[in-house]
């Protein structure tokens, strides 16, 4: 009846397990992308539709390989919108090892007003998950107060492109300490220039690193199998926390790093027969060991001389 109506509970779907970056293959695929991907998931509630912001990625999640091909099929026959799906990029951070001091003077002398912007920073490294702070205690009016928001934009710019591979650079103070101002030729956008550089500089000095997410993986599989799975995640750099058993199950929690993972689906299938199921989470991040980041930053720059 109207006063005391039936509750069903809802339907539970399962969480996504794999991932694709999707692009558009054409300018007029690009306007109809943004119509169609509300529909594919309003029609099938285990997709999930993520953009990117650190990597500028279209994220489609589902749940496999099979699953996203399907999508991407379907998109192409229903709506007639061509995407390509590649593996999603990792979205890698740089950070300092140890403190450092850097100072620029940005000069320069044309017919009229020339600029001039002179800062002295001071960077350290904080803990890990601190993300990134600016703070100033110059004295005496060495950089005059209104210029600090411009040097903190030129901080805060600047900060979007590390000096390894042009990843984002978190956990770090940069503090301003000292400078210098001409009456005439200072202006906001030298200080901003001046303080770009001086970071570049402070960060090149400070034994920059680079970190990798890392995942907090739970995977649950029938006991015949924990052999091959603890092998598998060991070739992945995976940490085991430790082993639940469950009814003829058995649940593995592990911290792996996000770039191992990336097709771990198609690996757990091919082991278990397709028996076994997962999730992860976002953990924390870590230090990339030092050959794979010279790999990743090679990469990287190879990537951006195609671009």
């Known amino acids: ?32 992308l943004g119509t169609v991907l509300p529909r594919i998931t309003e029609e099938d509630p285990t997709l999930q539709v993520r953009r990117d912001t650190d990597t500028s990625e279209t994220i489609l999640s ?12 379907r998109m192409q026959r229903k709506f007639g919108v061509g995407v390509a799906a590649a593996t999603p990029k990792v979205p890698y951070k740089e950070t300092i090892a140890v403190p450092s001091k850097a100072d620029y003077k940005h ?34 009016g060495a950089v005059p107060k209104n210029y600090i928001p411009a040097v903190e934009k030129g901080v805060q710019e600047g900060k979007l492109e590390g000096v390894l591979a042009r990843y984002p650079v978190v956990d770090v ?12 030729d200072s ?9 770009s550089q001086a970071l570049k500089k402070g960060l090149s000095q400070g ?6 997410p890392i995942m907090r993986l739970e995977v649950i599989v029938p006991e015949a199998f924990i052999g091959d799975i603890i092998g598998d995640l060991n070739t992945k750099r995976a940490k085991v926390l430790g082993m639940t058993p469950e009814g003829g199950t058995q649940i593995i929690e592990a911290q792996v790093p996000l770039a191992e993972i990336l097709r771990y689906a198609i ?5 278990t027969q397709g028996r076994g199921t997962y999730k992860t989470e976002f953990s924390h991040y870590e230090e990339v060991p030092p050959h794979l980041a010279d790999k990743i930053i090679a990469e990287r720059a190879a990537e951006r001389e195609k671009a």
Request: with cysteine; charged share 25%.
């Open 187 to 195: 202006s906001e956008i030298s200080f901003k220039i001046a303080a």
């Open 173 to 184: 103070r940069v503090t301003l300490y000292d400078g210098s101002s001409h009456p005439v």
């Open 267 to 271: 690996d757990l299938r091919s082991i």
């Open 62 to 73: 589902g749940m496999g390989d099979v699953h996203l091909e399907v999508v991407v099929d």
């Open 207 to 212: 034994q920059p690193v680079l970190l990798e």
């Open 1 to 32: 009846t109207k006063e005391r109506p039936v509750k069903i509970a809802p339907i539970e779907f399962p969480e996504p397990i794999y991932s694709v970056s999707i692009r558009p293959l054409t300018k007029t695929d690009v306007d109809k």
């Open 107 to 140: 000069k320069k002398q044309t017919g009229g007003h020339g600029q001039y912007g002179h800062v002295c920073f001071e960077l350290e490294p904080l803990p890990r998950g601190e993300g990134f702070q600016f703070a100033e205690r110059v004295v005496g």
